[in-house]
């Protein structure tokens, strides 16, 4: 199958109110061009040097989702190319990427991203922290970020009740904290979770966005 038929594939079992970050991490820029030229405008990428570097020679249409572990020293590469990033893991970098975003006089979406995985290699907050920071006000007077939702990684397990049962646990500690704490920010909707394995669970448990790469654009080559 093609890029765009696997594009069309995916896209025709989505609900209408999710939409598909498609995930080019790894994968060289005719191949992402494959994926604009079919219509798909959202992008994924994990690395900041690599989102730097692809991003100029794309067209700049492009939304560009930032994924992965962002390093404080690498949020002043991706701030003129990020319009969301995914993958805020603690306060201090949210503080970061605030402040950058301000010296360049930008506005940026991000998600709180939550570890719900039993995996210690997965970061984000925990659900006690999250739900303590709010409580806290550390989401509050961020002049240059809107906080938009959360987004989470389940296990990586072929147990599927275990990977429903943290998308549900995700989709709980979102409302809880759309519900007290985010209440007069209308662009606090978004749930970002599942990938090529899981996303017809994550959509089943109240995502709004979800991540996929190899069911798009096929193994990556590491
Ligand atoms: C790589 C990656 C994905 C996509 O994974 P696939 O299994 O290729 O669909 C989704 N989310 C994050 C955070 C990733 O790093």
Redesign the pocket.
């Known amino acids: 199958m093609s890029i765009a038929q696997n594009l069309q594939r995916i896209t025709a079992q989505l609900p209408n109110n999710v939409k598909l ?1 498609a ?1 080019s ?1 790894f994968h060289p820029v005719e191949k992402v061009m494959e994926a604009y030229d079919a219509g798909q405008r959202i992008f ?1 990428e ?1 690395r900041a040097q690599e989102l730097a570097a692809k991003a100029p020679q794309m067209p700049s249409d492009i939304e560009w989702h930032f ?2 572990h962002l390093q404080k020293n690498k949020v002043r590469m991706i701030m003129p190319w990020a319009s969301v990033i ?2 805020i893991d603690s306060i201090e970098l949210l503080q970061l990427v605030n402040k950058e975003a301000a010296r360049i006089d930008r506005h940026v979406k991000v998600l709180l991203q939550l570890h719900v995985a039993k995996e210690q290699t997965k970061s984000g907050f925990t659900i006690d922290e999250v739900l303590q920071a709010a409580a806290e006000g550390a989401f509050n007077d961020l002049s240059n970020v809107t906080i938009a939702g959360v ?1 989470a ?1 389940a296990t990586f397990t072929d147990n599927m009740e275990q990977v429903a049962s943290e998308f549900e646990q995700v989709h709980n500690t979102f409302l809880t904290l759309r519900d007290k704490y985010f209440a007069s920010n209308d662009a606090f909707k978004q749930i970002s979770m599942g ?3 899981d ?1 017809h669970i994550a959509v089943q448990h109240g995502a709004t966005l979800v ?7 096929g193994a ?1 080559e590491y």
């Not at 991540?211 to 654009?217: K, L, M, S, V």
Request: cysteine-free; glycine content about 14%.
């Open positions: 970050v995930v991490k994924g994990n994924i992965g995914q993958s987004m990684m990938m090529s394995e996303w991540r996929i790469g190899t069911d798009i654009f990556r």
